[in-house]
Every structure is written in structure tokens, then in C-alpha cells.
């Protein structure tokens, strides 16, 4: 009698770990490196597709992105918010691996000039609060600025008809643009508007001249206490004669 044995094979699970390389933290715009590692049983890194997510734990934005194992990979995020994010590695049914990193914050804007008009937009990542200084001319003035992330403003630059360098500046950003084409609104004032607010009238300091409204009312003052002067010692001068002629 022949005896039929089978013999079943014996199908061990393999065993696998994870691993991230990432550096603690990131300046904003930088894109985020980092290397997912698969270890055997015995701690040899194998090959193998993982899947990666990076994710802001604040606004739940998540960016998926398929990397080998075992080589570099980098991701850049558009406008990252400053802050703690996570980045957690996926393969196949095992426990999901996650690691945290910053990135660090960054107050930054960008200035533009199209035309008579001075844009400010917000490209850091967090919200912008400074006072920038405008020289147009000679003439100076300063404006305090607050924008969220990805926010701007903008200004209109006067000044009587004709051709200016002007300079903006944060202390940290500061464009300088020659051959800027301006038209007064009235006299000689110099100055921004803020078209948010309507026309409000020029917003103007700095004695740097008599060409900023400061010194455009100083003038005018003058004009006046002259005019004054003047009719008063007129004035006098009738008086005088009148009580001469009744002597």
C-alpha cells in the first residue's frame, strides 16, 4: 500500500521597518529632503516603492508623493506655513512611520511699481506687520503695513507732473526704480493715497524740503502772516495820516 504524504509549504511573513531621514527644520521656500528607508528582518535596506505624505496638522493640507526606498526625494510646498509639519512613510499593510519638522518663519514682501502705483504683497509665511519708508524724490514718508499670507496692497504715488526715482523699503526688502512717471493731485504735494480708503488726501511727512504738504502749508502760512503784516501797517499808515490832518 502506497502512502500519498504532502508536504504544505511553510510561507513565513516577512518582517519590515521603516525609516526617515529628515533634518529638523526648513527655511521657508527651501524644498523639504529627506530619504524613507526599508529594513529586513535582518536589517538590510531593500528595495521597494513607498508612499509618502507630508501634511500641516493646522489646515490639514496633505502632499502625496510615491519615492524608492533608499534614495533622496524632495518635495517644495507653495507658500508652507510656518510651523510644525509631519511627513509619514506607507508600505504595503504595515504601521504607519511619522516624523515631525519645522519650518521656520519668514516675514517677507515683495514691492512692485506698475505705473504710479506701488503694489506690496505678502510672500512670507506668516502674517506681515512693519513699517516700510517711501522716498520719492527727496520728499520721505512712512506707511504701516499688515497683510495675512499671500495678501497685498497698494498705494498710489503723487507728486507734481514729472519724472522721480523712488525707493521703498523694510530694512530687509527694498526695490529702487528710476524714470518713475507721477501726476499731482493739486499744488505741490508729494505723497501716497490709499485707494481703499477713498481720497482721503496725501499721506506725506518728512521735512526734506519745501515739496511735501508739510511744506506746502508752511508757505502758505507765510503768505498769510505776510499778507497780514502788510494790511495791518497799511492800516496804520491811514490812521496816522487821518489824525495828522485833523491836527
Same mark, same amino acid.
Given at each position: &500500500? =502506497?502512502?500519498?504524504v $504532502?508536504?504544505?509549504?511553510c510561507?513565513?511573513?516577512q518582517e519590515?521597518?521603516?525609516?526617515?531621514?529628515? @533634518?529638523?527644520?526648513f527655511?521657508?521656500?527651501?524644498?523639504?529632503t529627506?530619504?524613507?528607508?526599508? $529594513?529586513d528582518?535582518?536589517n538590510n535596506?531593500i528595495n521597494?516603492?513607498?508612499?509618502?505624505?507630508?501634511?500641516?496638522? #493646522?489646515?490639514?493640507?496633505?502632499?502625496?508623493?510615491?519615492v524608492?526606498?533608499g534614495?533622496?526625494?524632495?518635495?517644495v510646498i507653495?507658500n508652507?506655513?510656518?510651523?510644525?509639519?509631519s511627513?509619514?512613510?506607507?508600505?504595503?499593510? &504595515?504601521?504607519?512611520?511619522?516624523?515631525? $519638522?519645522?519650518?521656520?518663519?519668514n516675514?517677507?514682501?515683495?514691492?512692485?511699481?506698475?505705473?504710479? #502705483? =506701488?503694489i506690496?504683497?505678502n510672500?512670507?509665511?506668516?502674517?506681515?506687520?512693519?513699517?516700510?519708508?517711501?522716498?520719492?524724490?527727496?520728499?520721505?514718508? @512712512?506707511?504701516?503695513?499688515?497683510?495675512?499670507?499671500?495678501?497685498?496692497?497698494? $498705494?498710489?504715488? %503723487?507728486?507734481?507732473?514729472?519724472?522721480?526715482? %523712488?525707493k521703498?523699503?523694510?530694512?530687509?526688502?527694498?526695490l529702487?526704480?528710476?524714470?518713475v512717471?507721477?501726476?499731482?493731485?493739486?499744488? *505741490? %504735494?508729494?505723497?501716497?493715497?490709499d485707494?481703499?480708503r477713498g481720497?482721503?488726501?496725501?499721506?506725506?511727512?518728512?521735512p526734506?524740503?519745501?515739496q511735501?504738504?508739510y511744506?506746502s502749508?508752511? *508757505? *502758505?502760512t507765510?503768505?498769510?502772516?505776510?499778507? =497780514?503784516?502788510?494790511?495791518?501797517?497799511?492800516?496804520? =499808515?491811514?490812521?496816522?495820516?487821518?489824525?495828522?490832518?485833523?491836527?
Amino acid at each position: &500500500m =502506497l502512502i500519498a504524504v $504532502f508536504v504544505l509549504p511553510c510561507i513565513l511573513a516577512q518582517e519590515y521597518k521603516l525609516g526617515i531621514d529628515l @533634518q529638523e527644520s526648513f527655511q521657508a521656500g527651501d524644498p523639504i529632503t529627506f530619504k524613507v528607508n526599508i $529594513f529586513d528582518s535582518q536589517n538590510n535596506i531593500i528595495n521597494g516603492e513607498v508612499k509618502v505624505e507630508i501634511e500641516d496638522p #493646522e489646515t490639514g493640507t496633505v502632499i502625496e508623493k510615491t519615492v524608492n526606498s533608499g534614495e533622496a526625494a524632495s518635495v517644495v510646498i507653495d507658500n508652507p506655513r510656518a510651523g510644525y509639519w509631519s511627513i509619514s512613510a506607507i508600505y504595503q499593510d &504595515m504601521p504607519v512611520t511619522k516624523e515631525f $519638522f519645522e519650518i521656520k518663519a519668514n516675514q517677507e514682501v515683495k514691492f512692485d511699481i506698475v505705473g504710479d #502705483e =506701488l503694489i506690496i504683497r505678502n510672500v512670507g509665511n506668516k502674517r506681515y506687520s512693519n513699517t516700510i519708508d517711501i522716498v520719492i524724490g527727496e520728499s520721505y514718508t @512712512q506707511q504701516d503695513i499688515e497683510l495675512d499670507i499671500g495678501e497685498e496692497t497698494s $498705494f498710489r504715488l %503723487v507728486a507734481p507732473d514729472g519724472t522721480y526715482s %523712488v525707493k521703498v523699503t523694510d530694512g530687509k526688502t527694498t526695490l529702487s526704480q528710476a524714470g518713475v512717471q507721477l501726476t499731482g493731485i493739486s499744488g *505741490n %504735494v508729494i505723497g501716497i493715497l490709499d485707494p481703499n480708503r477713498g481720497e482721503p488726501g496725501p499721506i506725506t511727512s518728512g521735512p526734506r524740503g519745501d515739496q511735501t504738504i508739510y511744506g506746502s502749508l508752511r *508757505n *502758505n502760512t507765510i503768505v498769510w502772516v505776510f499778507i =497780514l503784516v502788510v494790511v495791518g501797517a497799511a492800516i496804520l =499808515l491811514a490812521v496816522e495820516r487821518g489824525y495828522r490832518r485833523r491836527i
